[in-house]
């Protein structure tokens, strides 16, 4: 159980163009959604929090109205990466957070390539 | 803020064991986690520690001692596919409850 899904798995986009990556918890509710990005050999850093229903929590640093994200139910968020830029491609990885879990554990998806050209 | 220091990378030999180690600095303290991720993918779940103790999982174990902010991840019997980059990352209540990872350990295991 616990299965993250994310799509897709890798894009290239024109500089400019904007990019949606979906994460779904595929066999349970997601209370929370987080958003991490990982450039080559560095470690994961969180973009942002999403509760379904509310307004996502951007870290700081993070610009708000360019990675547009959006958890509209308890199974699905999504990074919409607007007017993308080469410094965008990144490995962008999504986890949630069961509903019922008492512990803190994140179910990782397995990540999105993004390569702007 | 939370401080979570870690080795960069270590090497270890086929069948060996090898240890991680993880210090960290952070209020309101509500567990620790290590994850293993290979190149070009996701982490993936190794252990999850919130009490002082040793948690033991097949080849994998991890221990943590909260009054000395330290945890390690113990790896047995060492295989090639052990071949990772071994996250620890610690939740703080006082952060959210969001996880905070450290830059992650590169682990070779040689023949």
């Known amino acids: 159980g616990a299965v993250v899904s994310q799509h897709p798995s890798w894009v290239i986009c024109k500089s400019g163009t904007s990019v949606k990556i979906e994460c779904r918890s595929l066999?349970?509710?997601?209370?929370?959604m987080f958003w991490y990005r990982q450039f080559p050999k560095q470690s994961l850093m969180l973009m942002a929090t999403?509760?379904?229903?509310?307004?996502?929590?951007?870290e700081q640093g993070v610009e708000k109205d360019k990675f547009l994200i959006n958890h509209a139910s308890l199974t699905l968020s999504t990074l919409t990466v607007t007017s993308a830029h080469p410094e965008d491609s990144s490995f962008y990885i999504c986890?949630?957070?069961?509903?019922?879990?008492?512990?803190?554990?994140?179910?990782f998806g397995p990540g999105t390539r993004l390569t702007v050209t | 803020g939370q401080n979570i220091d870690q080795p960069t990378e270590m090497t270890a030999t086929e069948g060996a064991i090898v240890q991680i180690n993880c210090t960290y600095q952070t209020s309101g303290f509500n567990g620790l986690f290590w994850y293993q991720q290979h190149a070009g993918e996701a982490p993936t779940f190794l252990s999850y520690n919130v009490l002082d103790g040793l948690e033991e999982k097949g080849r994998f174990s991890s221990f943590l001692s909260r009054s000395k902010g330290y945890s390690y991840l113990l790896l047995k019997e060492l295989q090639m596919k052990d071949s990772a980059s071994y996250l620890c990352a610690v939740i703080s209540n006082t952060n959210a409850g969001k996880s905070t990872f450290g830059d992650g350990t590169t682990l070779t295991v040689k023949p």
């Open positions: 986890s949630a957070r069961s509903l019922t879990g008492s512990s803190y554990e994140q179910y």
């Open positions: 066999d349970f509710q997601a209370t929370t």
């Open positions: 999403s509760n379904e229903g509310s307004k996502a929590t951007y």
